[in-house]
């Protein structure tokens, strides 16, 4: 059975984070003239030696993406179900050791929510829990899915990792997507950030990607938490493990994400910090990597980033983003769990990019193809 674990342990952190620091231009350049880019090449892209590069790193991302998906941009709205937690992250607001009121959202305030999301134009829904099996776990999954559904073109999902059999449960109900961050693949630094829960399972997170392929989810998220260890090394492991994954289960499509380690209650300053152009770099790098892998940016970022990057390679943003349980109707003034930057209303944000001769998408391109099959 494969199992991405056993290529990682083929790999040292230290020696990976060597290779990337000394790559020079002459390697970069050949990276970009290659037009079947590998690791190698990925690692040049995302070394220093290539931000002297980056003007025409964007340029060929633009013009890739441009290529495979044209001028959309799929928008999603993340409704958070619940704030309960039993792991304790250092880096979390829903961390088990912070002092919040903790709320999971019943049927009378899922459907709320439901209809606030709805109002604001979306057909593209990404539920998110903190990581408490108890009280959030497949069962609740399974019954607020048979809710929410009904109601939106697709439902993607951000929660604690499940076997394979609860995904196999939960798939015919119409989940569409499953979104697993690593946070870190530096094992280390992985323990430290999750002293308690289950989320503490480096092992058992890393291989939950592997149980979704084999359950037969139709599109996987990847991604770390940047700031929480050497971005360019964790950045490879993504590569790695997104590589491994389009040739181990090639039907499943894929998505990345760029979260920047963001204020919350309690606070951690990020370890090692990643500036506005290093994150375009990145941006630019995976695109030249991969031109089918979609990339997306939350609000996280600030309002003038966010319109500046739309045209690098990003394909999915979300707009209007509640991160606290309830957060569009039932109870907007519930803990978040981490601060957004870019506040802007789904409305602004489809105006931002139709000034810029983009196309918003409210629901997956696949679900409108599908539609017009």
Known sequence: MPNFKDLFEQYSWEEVKASIFAKTALDVEAALANPDRTLEDFKALISPAAIPYLEQMAQKSHE?????????????????????????????????????????????????????????????????????????GVGYLEHAIGKIRPHFANVSMEVQPLDQA?????????????????????????????????????????????RLGRAGIHKMGLGTLIGLEDWRVDSFFTALHLDYLERTYWQTKYSLSFPRLRPFSGGLEPKVAMNDKELVQL???????????????????????????????????????????????????????????????????????????????????????????
């Not at 961050?181 to 997170?205: C, I, L, M, V």
Request: hydrophobic share 35%; aromatic share 10%.
């Open 283 to 373: 941006i630019c790098a995976y695109r030249l990597f991969n031109q089918e892998v979609e990339l997306s940016l939350s609000t996280r970022e600030t309002n003038t980033f966010r319109n500046h990057v739309i045209k690098l390679g990003i394909t999915t943003m979300s707009a209007g983003s509640k991160t606290n349980p309830g957060g569009y109707d039932v109870d907007p003034q519930s803990l978040e769990q981490f601060e957004i930057s870019d506040e802007r209303s789904p409305q602004e944000i489809k105006e931002m990019l139709q000034a810029n001769s983009y196309e918003p998408v409210w629901k997956d391109w696949d679900v409108a193809l599908e539609s017009l099959g």
């Open 166 to 210: 609860d995904y196999e449960r939960l798939i015919p109900m119409g989940l569409h997507a499953v979104l697993v961050y690593q946070e870190t693949y530096h094992e280390a630094d992985y323990k430290k950030h999750h002293p308690k829960g289950k989320k503490s399972n480096f092992q058992y997170r890393l291989e939950t990607p592997d």
């Open 64 to 136: 890739l993406t441009l290529q495979r998906f044209g001028n959309t941009m799929q928008l999603f709205a993340p409704m958070y179900l619940s704030n309960e937690c039993q792991n304790i992250c250092t880096y979390c607001g829903f961390s088990l050791d912070n002092k919040i009121k903790r709320k999971t959202l019943n049927d009378i305030e899922i459907a709320r929510e439901v209809q606030a999301i709805k109002k604001l134009g979306f057909d593209h829904v990404l539920l998110v829990t903190g990581e408490a099996n108890q009280t959030v």
